[in-house]
Structures are given as structure tokens and as C-alpha cells.
């Protein structure tokens, strides 16, 4: 059939198959998904809706399975779920809704069209689930990926090895090993990281970069580092992705040793690579291009400014951010403003934070940072104008909500709901804790506390933060002397930052925090940020 031969040599032709489809005397379902397919495939996959109508109206036939197929093809390429979703209505009403390959066409236009859990209620109708559908598992794994639906990857996963489906595709591992990263779930990483090596998957570059990524993501660096350690060979991504891990762990020594290393195995540094070295040793982001022949990115000044206002060097990193061609935006304002806080800088306060008013941030965390700021500085009309902006723009604090994995079991906890089978338990044990606190000086800092509460109410609101209840049941559930690794969604405030130093020395445990900007390593009284919470 000439139109199959046109459409078969690619969409160069596609013009001669059309007008050899439009001359023909008979149009037939097989005429219409040679065309539908080979179009759905070209650059110009909305044409396939033109011919839907000529199909439908002209010649008053019924898509079958191969046209229904294609149809969701082209509404995948098109990222057009009403298309997609007229198509599954469709195709549920018609004689082939018990076809597999259109169900994996659905699958396939759902997770494109960023609704995974669609296509996990298709995926879920087909009946027997084996290797001949593997790309379909692929392709759901990456919506839900994509999706940001972490907890739904490792689910499928689990699914997937449920129902013997063999993994003969490293990339699929990689990205599960990569949502268990997100997830923090250390235990399955372990595991994930032991299947890996059971089927032979470990010479592979993509998993062991993944895995490298995975520990530092959930807190044990040293794994990562022996993973790192153990690479036959590295690419510029094994470099990154350990120096990265490192650096938000804190580990500024380890950072520039392996930042050295990498120099000497004439690997070129990447922008970000150059970010971690440069920022360290001269804090000045303009060396970069006359170094490497990078032209540094806003990343790259952020990077830097942010050192340079950790060490203390808030007129350089001043300068840093009025002198750099971008508009400096409300992360490195944030980070300076902290940095003088931090230093006591009252009047680089005021300008800073006068700045970043201006530019109406988003954050919740930022209006409390400024908040605090103008307070601190008896700046009241500054705070008014502060809080009738959050009120204006219908700002709101996301909750805070923290999990923990003790043992084989996983709990989350949101701020001010304590689960009732633990209520009593944690609750007496954070009050016995507040007490010795207490005898060792701890005043509650309840500045972060936006509500218009009395003082013991807001030291109240406090006691029940999120990542409070996590380390409680942590230290109640785990073993002795083992290691606490909580995940909170927010920053940590500050309050709970001194408590969370109390805790470790009294409970005498090394406590994990990763919270939405930096790893808190808590131990002995101490945390590895440096006060930069």
C-alpha cells in the first residue's frame, strides 16, 4: 500500500502519502492508521486531529485498536490530557478495552501529560503484567518521577518485583535508587543497593553515581564515599555528585581534598564543580572564566556568596552582590541577611533586609527571617509593613511535617499531632527533656512563632514542632548509641535548633536533620552547620 510505503520512509514524505490518501475511491480503517500512526511519529503530531474529524464524519468509521493507539500516541506527544482523556472514555465504550498495547499507550499519554496516578489505574487493569511490557513499567516509574511522587515510585517497584518482572534495564534501577534518595529511606536504599549487586548491575556507571547520590541523600555519607571509592572509572557526574554530598554535609576539608583529586585526574571542572572550589579558596566567582573559560552563572555567585558570608566576610560578599551582572534574588538576599544576623551587623542588616522587602519574596520563611529582624531592631513600622504584605499576598506557612526509619518501620509526624498510641509515650518523654534543658540554660526562642498567642502558648506551639516528635520517638524506638536521621520538609527554626543540641548531648546521640535548605549533623552539644540554620 502506497500511503504505508510513505509513511514507513518518514515524515519527509508524509505530504505524498497524504495526497495519495486523499485521492483514494475508499477509505478504510487500515488506510487511516497507516496514516494516524506515521503522523503521530512526525514533527507534527496535531495533524493526527484534522484526519480524527475526516475519520469520524466523512467516512463514518469507528476507530479500532491500532487507530485508538496511535490517537494516544500523538495526544502524548502533544501533552493534551483532554485529548487523552476523550480517547480513555472512548476506548472503555469500545470492543477493544481489554487491548494492552492501547492500555500502554494511555499509560504512556498520562505520565507525558503529568498525571501518573492515571496511568497507574490503567496499568493496574492489565491482567497479566511480564516482560513483554517492561517499557511500560519504565515509562510509569519516570511519570511518577517526574511527578515528584517518590513514595509512588518505590511502591511500583515493589510492584514490579512482586509480579517477577525481571529489571534487564539499569535505568529503571537508577531511578527508583533515585526516589529512595528523596524518600530518605535508608534501610531500602541498603537494599536496593544489595539487589543492584545481585544481578550484576553495579558496573554500571548510571547506578553507582545513583547510589552515590542515594547515601548522601540519606544522611551516610561514608557509604557514599565507599561507593565513590569503589568506581572503576569517573565521569565528571561521580565528581559532582560526591562533592555535592559532601559539601551539604559540611565537610569543607574533604570538598577541596577531592576537589584536588579530581583537578589532578584532568577531569575539567563543571560550573558547579567550580563553585565548591573557587567559592572555598577566593570567594571571588569572577576567577572562573579566566581559569576554565567558564562564564560563572547565578548558581555559581550564589555559591560563593554564601561562603564568604559564612566565614564572615559580609562587606565582601556586600560587594560580591551589588558588583555580579544579575539580579540578586531572594535566596542570596536571604543568605546574606542571615549571615548578618548571625554577626550582629545591625545596620548591613537594616539594608539587606530593607532589599529583600522590596523584592515581595514568597517564602513564608524569608517574611519571618525579616520579621525577627525589624524586631530585634525596634523597627516596628517595618514590622507592621511585614506583616500586612503576608497578609496581602495570602502568605501562608506551609505545615511542617518530619519521618524517621527506626528499624524496619517508618513514621511521619506533622507539627502539633502527636499519634495517639504514642501520645503519652512521647509527650512524657519530651516534657522529662524540656525539664533538663532547662537546668542547663535553654530560654525558648518563640520569634518564629507567627500566631498571636500568649508566650505559653507559642512555647507550646514550639514543643511540638514536627522534627521534636520525630527525634522523640527515635530515641524511644532505636537502639542505644545508634544514629537518628530525621527528613523535615522545612526549615529547621531556630528554637529547635538549640534544642536539637541539647538533646544530643543529653541523650548522647548523634542526630541527623535534613531539612529543606542544609544537613544538621547534631552531637555533643554541637551541629555541623555552624549556627547557619
Known amino acids: 500500500m502506497l500511503v504505508s510505503a510513505y509513511a514507513r520512509s518518514g515524515s519527509g514524505l508524509l505530504p505524498d502519502a497524504h495526497r495519495v490518501f486523499d485521492d483514494a475511491p475508499g477509505r478504510d480503517l487500515h488506510l487511516y492508521s497507516a496514516l494516524l500512526t506515521a503522523v503521530s511519529h512526525s514533527s507534527s503530531p496535531a495533524l493526527v486531529l484534522p ?22 500516541s500523538a495526544a502524548a506527544r502533544l501533552r493534551s490530557l483532554r485529548l487523552g482523556r476523550q480517547l480513555h472514555a472512548h476506548f472503555e465504550a469500545s470492543p477493544f478495552r481489554g487491548d494492552d498495547v492501547v492500555k500502554s499507550s494511555l499509560i504512556d499519554m498520562y505520565c507525558k501529560c503529568g498525571v501518573p496516578e492515571d496511568a497507574r489505574k490503567v496499568f493496574d487493569s492489565i491482567g497479566v503484567k511480564n516482560n513483554v511490557v517492561l517499557f511500560t513499567w519504565t515509562a510509569l516509574i519516570s511519570g511518577f518521577v517526574k511527578a515528584g511522587n517518590n513514595a509512588g515510585t518505590v511502591e511500583l517497584f515493589v510492584d ?18 533515585g526516589g529512595v534518595a528523596d524518600l530518605a529511606a535508608l534501610v531500602l536504599g541498603r537494599q536496593l543497593h544489595g539487589f543492584a549487586m545481585r544481578l550484576g548491575f553495579l558496573s554500571s556507571m548510571i547506578v553507582r553515581n545513583a547510589l552515590v547520590d542515594m547515601y548522601s541523600k540519606c544522611s551516610d555519607i561514608h557509604s557514599a564515599e565507599e561507593v565513590f571509592e569503589g568506581l572503576a572509572s569517573l565521569d565528571i557526574i561521580s565528581w559532582t555528585t560526591i562533592l555535592i554530598g559532601e559539601a551539604q554535609h559540611g565537610r569543607a576539608e574533604e570538598v577541596l581534598a577531592l576537589y584536588d583529586r579530581m583537578v589532578l585526574a584532568a577531569v575539567k571542572p563543571n560550573e558547579l564543580d567550580n563553585e565548591l572550589q573557587e567559592g572555598s579558596r577566593r570567594g571571588d566567582a569572577s576567577n572562573a572564566e579566566g581559569i576554565y573559560g567558564i562564564k560563572p552563572g547565578l548558581q555559581h555567585y550564589t555559591c560563593c556568596l554564601d561562603l564568604l558570608s559564612h566565614s564572615g566576610y559580609l562587606s565582601k560578599a556586600e560587594e560580591l552582590i551589588t558588583r555580579m551582572p544579575y539580579k540578586p534574588d531572594e535566596a542570596m538576599w536571604g543568605a546574606l541577611l542571615s549571615a548578618c544576623k548571625k554577626h550582629n551587623d545591625v545596620q548591613m542588616c537594616m539594608r539587606v533586609a530593607d532589599n529583600l522587602l522590596e523584592l515581595r ?146 541523650a548522647q546521640r548523634k542526630i541527623i536533620v535534613r531539612d529543606a535548605s542544609r544537613f544538621h549533623h547534631f552531637e555533643g552539644g554541637n551541629c555541623s552547620c555552624s549556627e547557619f540554620w
Request: net charge negative.
Open 51 to 72: 484526519l480524527l474529524r475526516c475519520m469520524l464524519s466523512d467516512d463514518a468509521l469507528s476507530p479500532d485498536h491500532f487507530v485508538l493507539a496511535s490517537l494516544a
Open 160 to 177: 514490579m518485583r512482586r509480579d517477577g518482572v525481571n529489571i534487564d534495564d539499569t535505568f529503571v534501577l537508577a531511578t527508583v535508587i
Open 361 to 506: 519574596p514568597k517564602d513564608p520563611s524569608t517574611y519571618i527571617l525579616l520579621s525577627n529582624v525589624y524586631a530585634v531592631n525596634c523597627k516596628w513600622d517595618s514590622v507592621a509593613k511585614v506583616r500586612k504584605l503576608m497578609a496581602e499576598m495570602e502568605i501562608r506557612k506551609e505545615p511542617g511535617y518530619s519521618w524517621i526509619e527506626a528499624g524496619k518501620e517508618v513514621r511521619l509526624f506533622h507539627a502539633g499531632e502527636v499519634p495517639l498510641d504514642l501520645r503519652e509515650e512521647i509527650t512524657g518523654f519530651l516534657e522529662e527533656l524540656a525539664s533538663e534543658i532547662r537546668k542547663r540554660g535553654y530560654v525558648p526562642d518563640t520569634s518564629s512563632v507567627m500566631h498571636d498567642l500568649d508566650k505559653h502558648e507559642k512555647e507550646q506551639h514550639l514543643f511540638l514542632h514536627s522534627e521534636r516528635l520525630a527525634v522523640a520517638f527515635g530515641i524511644l524506638k532505636s537502639p542505644p548509641r545508634s544514629v537518628i536521621r530525621i527528613v523535615k520538609n522545612l526549615r529547621v527554626c531556630g528554637d529547635c535548633h538549640t534544642v536539637m543540641k541539647f538533646i544530643s548531648e543529653i
